[in-house]
Nanobody
Framework: QVQLVESGGGLVQAGGSLRLSCVAS????????MGWFRQAPGKEREFVAG????????YYGDSVKGRFSGSRDNAKKTVYLQMNSLKPEDTAVYYC????????????????WGQGTQVTVSS
């Protein structure tokens, strides 16, 4: 089992920044990727960003490219999502996730989810 705990959400004005953190614990998952999804009210859960735990390679959903940046700290078993130039449409609950496979995942590929953290961007 893997446990994921997110933090760092909150309320921010459009154009502002937030940094989310996700701390992992439990079984080893060096062969997996970790990433972030988000879900706004009435919408499907959407892939935001992913990072290879072994190589650090990052990849992003089209709606956040150039604004969001993922990173990791292996020693702390923590991944981060730096969110810049936030827009009201970024408002959602953000979920940390662990998944296997290659490329941008669908929610169905996720094996472990965090509890989510709310991000609200005001206009």
């Amino acid at each position: 089992q893997v446990q994921l705990v997110e933090s760092g959400g909150g309320l921010v004005q459009a154009g502002g920044s937030l940094r989310l953190s996700c701390v992992a614990s439990g079984r080893a998952f060096s062969s997996y990727d970790m990433g972030w999804f988000r879900q706004a009210p009435g919408k499907e859960r959407e892939f935001v960003a992913g990072i290879s735990w072994s190589s650090g390679y990052t990849y992003y959903g089209d709606s956040v490219k150039g604004r969001f940046s993922g990173s990791r700290d292996n020693a702390k078993k923590t991944v981060y999502l730096q969110m810049n130039s936030l827009k009201p449409e970024d408002t959602a609950v953000y979920y940390c996730a662990v998944y296997a496979g290659v490329g941008k995942p669908s929610p169905q590929r996720v094996q472990y989810w965090g509890q989510g953290t709310q991000v609200t961007v005001s206009s």
